[in-house]
C-alpha cells in the first residue's frame, strides 16, 4: 500500500508518516524542504512542493512519477492570524495566503493526485474543530484559518461525490489539539491557556487519528469526524 502525505517535514504530517510506515505503507513524504527528522525515518521523501504555489500541481505529479496511490493525506496547513483583530483590522494579504495553503493548496493536492488513485483509495483532508460554526465558540481574530478551512470543507464534500464512482473514499479528519509548532505558536500568542507540551505528541496524535483513516469507505465518504470517530458533518 502506497500513502502520499503532504507538509510531511514536522508537526502531524512527520507523526503520520512515522505512524503510516509503521502500518507497512510505503510512504512518499511531499514537503517544502525536508528536515533531519524526514530524512531519518527511511521514507521517500520529495522536496520543494510549496502548495501556495500553481507549480506544485506538477511538482507533486513528478514526485509521485508513474506510481499508483492508495492513500493521500492532504495535512500542510498554516494558521498565519494571531492577533484578535477584528474584521475591519484584518490583514487581507495574510488571509489570501492562509487561503492559497489550506484551502487552494489542498485542492492542488487533489488536482495532481487523483489520476494517480488506485481503485479503493482514500483522500484524508486534515481540518480543525475550529473550522465550523457551532462546534467551537468564535475565536478573534481567527477570521482567515476558520473560513479557509470551511472552504476546504465544501471542496472536500464535492470531491467525494466526483471521486465515488472511482471507488474513492474521501474524508475531513480533525485532529485535536497536538503539541505542534503551530499550537506552540498560538499558545506564545497567548491565545490557549494549555501548554503545548501536555497535548499529545505529532505521533500519538497520528495514532489516535489511525483508525479514521482505516475504517473510511464508500459508505461514509464525505463526512467529517474528529479524531474520535465522532460525526460531525
Ligand atoms: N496542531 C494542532 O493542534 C492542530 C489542530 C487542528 C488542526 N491542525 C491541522 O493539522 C495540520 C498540520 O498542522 P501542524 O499542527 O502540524 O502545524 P505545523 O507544525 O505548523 O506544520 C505545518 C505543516 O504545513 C506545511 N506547510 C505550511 N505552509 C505550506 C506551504 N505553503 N506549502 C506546503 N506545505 C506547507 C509546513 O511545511 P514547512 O515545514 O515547509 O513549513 C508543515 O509541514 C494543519 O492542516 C492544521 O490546520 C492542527
Not at 174 to 199: E, H, W, Y
Request: aromatic share 6%.
Amino acid at each position: 500500500m502506497k500513502a502520499l502525505v503532504t507538509g510531511a517535514a514536522r508537526g502531524l504530517g512527520l507523526g503520520l508518516c512515522t505512524v503510516l510506515k509503521s502500518r507497512g505503507y510505503d510512504v512518499i513524504a511531499a514537503c517544502r524542504t525536508a528536515t533531519p527528522e524526514i530524512e531519518a525515518l527511511g521514507v521517500r521523501v520529495v522536496a520543494g512542493i510549496d502548495l501556495s504555489t500553481q507549480a506544485s500541481i506538477a511538482a507533486l505529479r513528478a514526485g509521485v512519477g508513474g506510481e499508483k496511490l492508495d492513500l493521500v493525506v492532504c495535512n500542510a496547513g498554516l494558521n498565519a492570524s494571531f492577533a484578535a483583530v477584528k474584521l475591519s483590522e484584518v490583514d487581507l494579504d495574510v488571509m489570501a495566503y492562509e487561503y492559497q495553503v489550506n484551502a487552494l493548496g489542498s485542492v492542488r493536492t487533489a488536482i495532481a493526485l487523483t489520476p494517480a488513485l488506485n481503485e479503493g483509495a482514500k483522500v484524508i483532508f486534515i481540518t480543525t474543530g475550529s473550522g465550523v460554526t457551532g462546534k467551537s465558540p468564535p475565536s478573534p481574530g481567527q477570521w482567515g484559518y476558520r473560513m479557509s478551512k470551511m472552504a476546504l470543507h465544501t471542496m472536500a464534500y464535492q470531491l467525494s461525490a466526483e471521486l465515488r464512482p472511482q471507488g474513492v473514499a474521501v474524508r475531513l479528519v480533525s485532529p485535536g489539539a497536538v503539541n505542534t509548532d503551530l499550537m506552540k505558536r498560538i499558545f506564545a500568542a497567548g491565545r490557549i491557556t494549555t501548554a503545548p507540551d501536555t497535548l499529545p505528541s505529532p505521533v500519538a496524535a497520528a495514532e489516535r487519528l489511525y483508525p479514521r483513516i482505516a475504517e473510511l469507505t464508500l459508505e461514509t465518504t464525505g463526512q467529517w469526524v474528529n479524531f474520535s470517530g465522532e460525526v460531525w458533518g
